[in-house]
């Protein structure tokens, strides 16, 4: 299985962004997806995943802006983020989780497969 982030990019404080990741190869055993982020000096955040039946959670830090959502047919996922902070400056990665995690949590799956990152910057 191969991920493809893409959409990162400069936006002002209080706009939107829309993430995607591409998945391919042996997408049937895909999961979980999720979005991760690290931001200079801080270690990799999980900030959002939805599960192949659409059961979706998030971190504090972006519940209630964020919204993660996929398409199973298309094997795609995506980010929308809204009212973005300065604080949300980082690199994004999606990643894939395999079917050992079929039965857990979002947050509580193993990643298996990672994307490239993609940057995003928010000027305040």
């Known amino acids: 299985v191969q991920l493809q982030a893409s959409g990162g990019g400069l936006v002002q404080a209080g706009g939107s962004l829309r993430l995607s990741c591409e998945a391919s190869?042996?997408?049937?055993?895909?999961?979980?997806m999720a979005w991760h982020r690290q931001a200079p000096g801080h270690q990799r955040e999980l900030i959002a995943a939805v599960t192949r039946s659409g059961r979706t959670d998030y971190a504090d830090s972006v519940k209630g802006r964020f919204i993660i959502s996929r398409d199973n047919d298309k094997n795609m996922m995506a980010l929308q983020m809204n009212s973005l902070k300065s604080e949300d400056s980082a690199v994004y990665y999606c990643a894939a989780a395999d079917t050992q995690s079929v039965y857990v949590p979002p947050f509580r799956a193993i990643w298996r497969v990672w994307g490239q990152g993609t940057q995003v910057t928010v000027s305040s």
């Open positions: 190869g042996s997408t049937f055993e895909i999961t979980t």
